[in-house]
């Protein structure tokens, strides 16, 4: 089992494995409910927001602002879910912002996930020098203030959907850096990684054909795991001013709007929150799902 | 078992830190910190006029909810938006609406009447126009004390005051003004003072009077004794209010007592005031409720919730309110004295008339009257002129609908005229600020978006903050942009910001030749007839040449505790905040 | 050891370097003070001026030396938004603000973990189980402000039980103490769980329950030493939450903490208090890991050559 240094940085102590049997119970056990939920609430909106949506997510008719959810006294079914202040449909909003949550975790993820792991595998691999300068960036990155670089990287950059990629991808790198180095690390003084370089084989081929594929597993555990991350973190930077900016429908800027509003119009703030509460829930679930599978030794994290 | 060694350590230390922990978390707050003290019981937040049947806090919490009777209270505490910036300098520290904080201590040569808007007396009992045209002499009024025993207001106080506000590198709104215009101020003894202008000045009056920040008398003398300007470890210079400094926290409140002698003026009848800064709406509404302040502005989508309470009142100004308009950023002269040298951006769409006119006619204003500002809007048909102000003409009411009122077929053919169309659309950018006076801006901007989308204008919500906006504003950046403003300045100020070139200002609205020619006229004429006719003249020049997307005089109002408060008189929103705090009545 | 301790702390150096470039780069990158300062009548010459004034126009490389030498004195400039204070005094004034918060969300998040972790760990795999991580779960999967939000509805509007905002008494900590202690429930109760897992597996337990002792007594007992697991995850914890949580938590509740005047300092572009925030939080960070490390290396003699 390979030691994992500064595992208490994760908040994680060194523990030992769970037993076997119970890794093989948790096997058959697919996650259905938070897959399904997933879907619902997020796959099947952002992919077909067009068909589904009832209204415009952008355009609003000013004489149907502030009217409640169709359930309640004075709601209708012309707007199931009532309408913002702008009297936009928030049924509608919802399903284009589970697009723009989708999108932006995707990137965020690929793009932090592809800078994490190169970095990693390069300080785990080579060590020395190397290894001392790689992580003492991720060190910075991590005593950086993740929301105040945010708002200034906003102010600088200016808003939009580019800027909440970066700010997320550069507060994200360094948790897959940091553990792809200490499987690298351990990896490296493999016999068989020994054996391929006195094969002659060069660092690079020895990183991508050896030390790569078996961080894979930890690779997207993380990235699963990470999906949630992007997406409350997105959310987050929306809610103060520093994310998707308006009049996009991100779930964080539907809830930094309906604020004011949440004793006379609770549901402007409710609906979008109880969505990315319901969908990192799942996306939580079925991470720990996968890491389970993928890579018990990681089940402490 | 395998954690033995270390256990006992373990736990005694784990509970000894979670002890510690509780302990800090249990404390009452740190007194550097300085927060709300005293009355503040916990707020029972209870806005219960909802439909839901009422939780209401008289259920609750004892005492701190709504109490039927009159109360007299020691402390009368108004909530209000966070300033700016926090400083004790009024001279330069602080911006227009940020002087609201030192307001209740400081007095003006010339006061503004609560009731009618006009000049009464205060510091100075009478002024008088010069022979020249271009100097004004002031006859200050005697007796007058300053704060804590700082001594007899005199002419020198005025002139350091002045001295102050033109210091280099102050931050004061007003500055540049009076250092543009005043040549020097002379005087002659201790109650007589003359300032010398360079040139004749109609606004010169307005701006040492209350209607407009700036100008605050303080003393010379408080000022020598510190050395230096006062900083926030400091007390601010003394002032000649019927309030007195008394402490402040920063970002949570300022505190003035009343004068421990007779006022020469009036006498306050709270002992106490406290501005309170709470930015957001719904804590200020939660706080009302909870009877923890007594006075607060509120947005109108909220003011709906205050006003079922029996003991909330909204009290309105007196004068004509705030002016909300959408000025064009994109026409500005490469040389503001010579018309030949050009335009800056000639191929801006906004440069041609009748797209700035097709703008005006797509917008609804009925419908964002009534959906933003419950219906409280004054259609405003001339931007800065009002019925009430000399100048006006009333024809501009009668042809307002046909030349400005909304009519997206009429918009839809002036921008077909003008070349635009499906095939090439006509874009432009809006700039949805978020204005301290008028929170609802924002959602004004966007509905406008979605008004303009409708007759086929492509718009790109630019979302930038203030600073930015402002950098690029001022360098005349924008070259096809609004933005959206509100003021409640005197007609001539608003004239020379938004609609000329003079005094350096630029980057806040179109620039016309006409405009500024009569605006050197008028600035310059003292006769009120002939103002008033040159004031028609630029109005009929802004009228047919569509500076602004015009929207809105909005009244200026603010929910108060009708058992703690029996009257506020104030004019409304001149110099950007509120004014008259001193002259607040107590519920009896 | 000492080699260790020293190599540690060079590099802890090296961390707070690069932190105060970035943050410096970054606050500068803002733009122009005065153009959020300067009243709006100002025109570029007059704020040219008063940039002059300010010292605001050398270049960078000399701004940057200024601010670090003063930096090691302990001077960190004057804020700009409140005019004469020192920008550290300023942070210092509010720490204790979001001291108090992150307190009482430590105490609640272990307390809350414990609980859960022990229970959960009993019931293995039946309901009660499920519902313990689900709860947990939750902590991690809510954005902060919604909570934040939601609880304030709840407690304080709907109830009334307690205040909306605003710092006071003991009855204003509850909600953003729970609001910021809940997300690291989730951490901290499975690692309880686990390692409860594991010890209640042992021979030791099995021993204890032949002889006859109480269920709950064996369970609370050993809950209480599984508390001694991950000591050094506590900082870790108070760290995390200063840092991050403070200032979503700051901004729904109106707390006066160092979160919400770092958000002030931006919208205002007072570089100075920018930059003392973001040091005194990384200083912090650094520091504990510092700590941390050093008796971890202790613990563990292999961490020490690693």
């Given at each position: 089992m390979a030691l994992q240094v500064g595992a208490w940085r994760r908040g994680t102590p060194i523990v030992a494995a769970p037993a076997l049997k119970e890794g093989a119970e948790r096997a058959r056990r697919l996650p259905l409910i938070p897959l399904a939920l997933l879907l619902v609430l997020l796959v099947i909106p952002a992919v077909f927001a067009e068909w589904i949506a009832p209204y415009d997510p952008l355009e609003g008719s000013l004489v149907a602002r502030l009217q409640p959810p169709a359930w309640e006294a004075g709601g209708n079914t012309t707007y199931l879910l009532g309408t913002d202040k702008q009297g936009r449909d928030l049924l509608s909003r919802i399903i284009y912002g589970a697009r723009i949550s989708l999108q932006v975790s995707i990137v965020a993820v690929i793009v932090s996930g592809a800078i994490g792991t190169v970095l990693g595998l390069v300080s785990g691999y080579y060590g020395g020098w190397v290894d001392t300068v790689i992580m003492r960036l991720v060190d910075i990155s991590l005593s950086l203030p993740l929301v105040l670089i945010g708002l200034v990287l906003v102010i600088v950059?200016?808003?939009?959907?580019?800027?909440?990629?970066?700010?997320?991808?550069?507060?994200?790198?360094?948790?897959?850096?940091?553990?792809?180095?200490?499987?690298?690390?351990?990896?490296?003084?493999?016999?068989?990684?020994?054996r391929a370089r006195v094969a002659g084989s060069s660092d690079a081929r020895i990183i991508t054909l050896h030390v790569f594929p078996n961080v894979v597993n930890t690779l997207i555990v993380l990235a699963t795991l990470n999906v949630g991350q992007v997406i409350l973190l997105e959310a987050t930077l929306s809610f103060l001013g520093a994310g998707i900016p308006r009049p996009l429908p991100s779930w964080g800027v539907m809830v930094a709007d309906g604020r004011d509003h949440i004793v006379a119009a609770w549901w402007i703030a409710m609906v979008p929150g109880l969505a990315i509460m319901l969908v990192v829930l799942a996306m939580n679930m079925v991470g720990d799902w996968l890491r389970d599978q993928l890579d018990p030794r990681l089940r402490q994290a | 078992m395998r954690y033995s060694g270390r256990v006992l350590n373990g736990v005694v230390v784990r509970v000894a830190i979670l002890a510690a922990l509780f302990a800090m978390a249990c404390a009452p707050s740190a007194p550097a910190a300085k927060p709300t003290e005293a009355p503040s019981k916990p707020a029972a937040g209870a806005p219960a006029a909802t439909a839901a049947p009422a939780k209401p806090a008289e259920a609750a919490k004892p005492a701190a909810a709504a109490p039927a009777a009159k109360t007299k209270v020691d402390r009368l505490v108004i909530s209000i938006v966070t300033p700016g910036t926090e400083g004790n300098a009024p001279g330069?520290?602080?911006?227009?609406?940020?002087?609201?904080?030192?307001?209740?201590?400081?007095?003006?040569?010339?006061?503004?009447?609560?009731?009618?808007?006009?000049?009464?007396?205060?510091?100075?009992?009478?002024?008088?126009?010069?022979?020249?045209?271009?100097?004004?002499?002031?006859?200050?009024?005697?007796?007058?004390?300053?704060?804590?025993?700082?001594?007899?207001?005199?002419a020198k106080d005025i002139a350091w005051s002045w001295q102050d506000i033109t210091s280099e590198g102050s931050q004061a709104s007003n500055s540049l003004y009076f250092k543009n215009v005043v040549e020097r101020v002379e005087v002659v003894n201790d109650y007589e003072v003359v300032f010398h202008l360079k040139t004749s000045e109609a606004e010169f009056l307005t701006n040492v009077s209350e209607m407009v920040g700036g100008m605050e008398i303080q003393s010379k003398a408080n000022f020598d004794k510190l050395g230096k300007p006062p900083t926030l470890q400091d007390e601010p210079i003394a002032g000649t209010g019927p309030y007195q400094f008394k402490e402040r926290a920063q970002s949570q409140y300022i505190r003035f007592e009343r004068v421990p002698y007779q006022h020469w003026r009036l006498q306050a009848e709270f002992p106490e005031l406290e501005l309170r800064w709470q930015n957001e709406a719904s804590t200020r509404l939660a706080a009302l409720l909870a009877g923890e302040v007594h006075m607060t502005p509120l947005p109108t989508d909220l003011l709906q919730q205050a006003q079922a309470q029996s003991h909330l009142k909204l009290l309105k100004g007196n004068a004509a309110g705030l002016r909300v308009f959408m000025p064009f950023l994109c026409c500005y002269h490469n040389d503001i004295n010579d018309k030949s040298k050009g335009e800056k951006y000639p191929e801006s769409p906004l440069m041609n008339v009748k797209v700035r006119r097709a703008f005006n006619q797509a917008v609804n204003r009925d419908e964002l009257n009534k959906a933003f500002f419950a219906g409280k809007g004054e259609l405003m048909y001339m931007n800065t002129l009002h019925p009430t102000l000399p100048g006006w003409n009333p024809d501009w009411e009668k042809r307002f609908q046909e030349a400005w009122g909304y009519n997206p077929e009429q918009a839809k053919k002036l921008l077909a005229e003008a070349g635009y169309g499906p095939s090439k659309p006509l874009k432009t950018q809006l700039i949805p600020l978020r204005l301290t006076d008028v929170p609802e801006s924002p959602d004004v901007v966007e509905a406008i978006a979605t008004y303009l989308r409708a007759v086929g204008v492509e718009v790109e919500m630019v979302n930038v903050d203030v600073g930015t906006h402002n950098t690029k504003r001022r360098n005349l950046g924008y070259e096809n942009a609004l933005d959206i403003r509100s003021t409640a300045s005197h007609p001539l100020t608003g004239w020379r910001v938004y609609n000329t070139s003079r005094h350096g200002i630029r980057g806040s609205g179109v620039e016309l030749f006409e405009l500024d020619d009569l605006y050197r006229k008028v600035?310059?004429?003292?006769?009120?007839?002939?103002?008033?006719?040159?004031?028609?003249?630029?109005?009929?020049?802004?009228?047919?040449?569509?500076?602004?997307?015009?929207?809105?005089?909005?009244?200026?109002?603010?929910?108060?505790?009708?058992?703690?408060?029996?009257?506020?008189?104030?004019?409304?929103?001149?110099?950007?905040?509120?004014?008259?705090?001193?002259a607040i009545k107590a519920a009896k | 050891m000492q080699r260790y301790i020293l190599s540690r702390i060079v590099q802890s150096l090296v961390t707070l370097l690069g932190v105060s470039v970035i943050i410096f780069a970054l606050a500068r990158?803002?733009?122009?003070?005065?153009?959020?300062?300067?009243?709006?009548?100002?025109?570029?010459?007059?704020?040219?001026?008063?940039?002059?004034?300010?010292?605001?126009?050398?270049?960078?490389?000399?701004?940057?030396?200024?601010?670090?030498?003063?930096?090691?004195?302990?001077?960190?400039?004057?804020?700009?938004?409140?005019?004469?204070?020192?920008?550290?005094?300023?942070?210092?004034?509010?720490?204790?603000?979001?001291?108090?918060?992150?307190?009482?969300?430590?105490?609640?998040?272990?307390?809350?973990?414990?609980?859960?972790?022990?229970?959960?760990?009993?019931?293995?795999?039946?309901?009660?189980?499920?519902?313990?991580?689900?709860?947990?779960?939750?902590?991690?999967?809510?954005?902060?402000?919604?909570?934040?939000?939601?609880?304030?509805?709840?407690?304080?509007?709907?109830?009334?039980?307690?205040?909306?905002?605003?710092?006071?008494?003991?009855?204003?900590?509850?909600?953003?103490?729970?609001?910021?202690?809940?997300?690291?429930?989730?951490?901290?109760?499975?690692?309880?769980?686990?390692?409860?897992?594991?010890?209640?597996?042992?021979?030791?337990?099995?021993?204890?329950?032949?002889?006859?002792?109480?269920?709950?007594?064996?369970?609370?007992?050993?809950?209480?030493?599984?508390?001694?697991?991950?000591?050094?995850?506590?900082?870790?914890?108070?760290?995390?939450f200063l840092i991050t949580g403070s200032v979503t938590v700051e901004t729904v509740f109106a707390w006066p903490g160092i979160g919400l005047l770092a958000i002030e300092a931006v919208n205002a572009r007072d570089y100075q208090v920018i930059q003392a925030v973001t040091l005194v939080g990384a200083v912090v960070y650094i520091v504990i890991g510092l700590i941390v490390d050093v008796l971890y290396g202790y613990v563990d003699p292999r961490v020490r050559y690693s």
């Open positions: 950059m200016g808003p939009g959907l580019t800027t909440v990629v970066v700010v997320v991808s550069l507060l994200l790198w360094s948790r897959y850096a940091r553990q792809i180095r200490g499987e690298a690390l351990a990896i490296r003084n493999q016999d068989y990684i020994a | 330069r520290d602080l911006g227009a609406p940020d002087l609201i904080q030192l307001r209740p201590m400081y007095e003006k040569l010339i006061g503004v009447d609560p009731k009618t808007g006009g000049f009464v007396p205060q510091l100075a009992e009478s002024w008088k126009l010069e022979p020249d045209g271009k100097s004004y002499r002031f006859m200050l009024r005697k007796g007058v004390q300053f704060h804590k025993g700082h001594g007899e207001m005199t600035a310059t004429t003292m006769d009120e007839k002939q103002s008033a006719d040159l004031w028609r003249q630029m109005g009929e020049i802004a009228f047919e040449q569509y500076p602004q997307i015009s929207l809105f005089w909005l009244p200026t109002e603010i929910v108060v505790n009708a058992n703690v408060v029996s009257d506020y008189a104030f004019p409304g929103n001149i110099s950007g905040s509120w004014t008259h705090l001193e | 990158m803002t733009g122009n003070p005065l153009d959020v300062l300067l009243p709006a009548e100002a025109s570029a010459a007059d704020i040219e001026r008063t940039a002059e004034l300010w010292g605001l126009n050398k270049p960078l490389p000399e701004q940057y030396w200024i601010f670090i030498s003063n930096a090691v004195q302990g001077d960190f400039g004057v804020s700009l938004k409140y005019r004469g204070q020192p920008a550290m005094g300023l942070v210092f004034q509010r720490l204790p603000a979001t001291l108090q918060l992150a307190a009482f969300a430590v105490v609640i998040s272990v307390v809350f973990s414990l609980a859960l972790g022990v229970l959960s760990a009993a019931q293995k795999d039946r309901p009660l189980d499920t519902v313990g991580k689900t709860i947990a779960l939750l902590g991690q999967s809510m954005p902060t402000f919604w909570l934040g939000i939601v609880l304030i509805w709840i407690f304080a509007v709907k109830l009334a039980w307690l205040p909306t905002s605003g710092q006071g008494g003991f009855a204003n900590v509850i909600l953003p103490g729970l609001t910021l202690g809940w997300f690291s429930v989730a951490a901290f109760m499975r690692l309880t769980r686990s390692s409860m897992l594991d010890v209640l597996d042992s021979e030791y337990i099995k021993l204890a329950r032949a002889k006859g002792l109480p269920e709950w007594k064996v369970l609370w007992k050993h809950a209480l030493k599984n508390a001694a697991i991950a000591p050094l995850t506590f900082f870790g914890l108070i760290v995390g």
